[in-house]
């Protein structure tokens, strides 16, 4: 097993893939460290697809200008309807769920050996209405999956983290 700060730090947003597939096996762990993932309350109010026919993936690829020619994708959505709220400011928890399960799916790829990037920029009413079994979802992620190609190695954004005193203040 990986050493967790090395992980962290060795990801990277990959975008581009060689053309070696990716295992059905890889996809079932990425979905295992999906669904190992904590939720608020335990609602697991989440959904994720894997696009995995050509067909699909075409479909996909229209969505979004951030594909980078992968053949297999895992979308994850939110389900605001099954997810806890907070009480005293009425805060709905689905997207911080999601997200966790999200950032799961990232991390696991990078553990797996493969390349992905979290994909924000996408069409998503486009998405949902190509994918009617996303619609009702707060589509937060879609993650393009392939094994890393040389060209697609950490951008220059990778390295420009804030400095920690920065960001954290020790109260
Ligand atoms: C919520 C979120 C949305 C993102 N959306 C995109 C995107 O649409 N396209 C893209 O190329 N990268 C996207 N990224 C990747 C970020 O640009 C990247 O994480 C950041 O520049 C730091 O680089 P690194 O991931 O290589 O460390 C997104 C990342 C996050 C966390």
């Known amino acids: 097993m ?3 700060l090395e992980l962290a730090r060795d990801r990277y947003s990959c975008r581009a893939f060689t053309d070696r597939p990716v295992e059905p096996e890889k996809v079932d762990a990425l979905l295992a460290a999906a669904v190992a993932a904590p939720t608020a309350v335990d609602r697991q109010p989440w959904r994720a697809w ?3 026919s050509p067909e699909a993936v075409e479909r996909l690829s229209a969505c979004t200008r951030f594909s980078f020619g992968a053949r297999v994708f895992v979308v994850v959505g939110a389900v605001a309807d099954e997810a806890w709220v907070r009480k005293y400011d009425g805060r709905n ?3 911080v769920d999601a997200s966790i399960v999200a950032t799961h799916v990232m991390l696991a790829a990078h553990d797996l050996g493969l390349g992905t990037t979290w994909v924000g920029h996408f069409d998503a009413p486009a998405l ?3 994918f009617p079994e996303m619609a009702g979802c707060d589509l937060v992620a879609i993650f393009p999956l392939g094994y890393p190609a040389p ?4 951008a220059p954004k990778h390295f420009e983290r804030r400095d920690v005193g920065e960001l954290v203040t020790r109260l």
């Open 2 to 4: 990986t050493d967790f």
């Open 128 to 130: 949902a209405e190509a």
């Open 151 to 154: 060209e697609g190695g950490p």
């Open 93 to 95: 928890f689905a997207d």
């Open 50 to 52: 894997v696009v995995e």
